[in-house]
């Protein structure tokens, strides 16, 4: 990596901040196995600042009911209250994949 290249972090970090509103609304995807659903979202309460700020949770089973795709909403109140979502929610067990 070049000196001028910013690291992954930083280039999330402005990735977010010129495409979103702090604090505002900021949703996540989360594919993950159908008995981790509770726990992926149970992850994420405590990283966003409490229940309060958790604004909904839609889901949709796979075809064959392998996986479930979670759209979670919440208030993120800072671009570092995202990229702590983020780290936690790829930790939990049974979780695919994080957009």
Known sequence: MSASDPDP???ARALLEAHHTFPGPFEFRVV?????RSTAVTAVVPAVGGSEALLGVDERPSAQGNFVSLRIRVRAETVDT???VYEVIRKVEGV???M
């Open 32 to 36: 993950v196995r159908p008995l981790h």
């Open 96 to 98: 695919l994949t994080v």
């Open 9 to 11: 972090l930083a280039r």
């Open 82 to 84: 995202v990229l702590g």
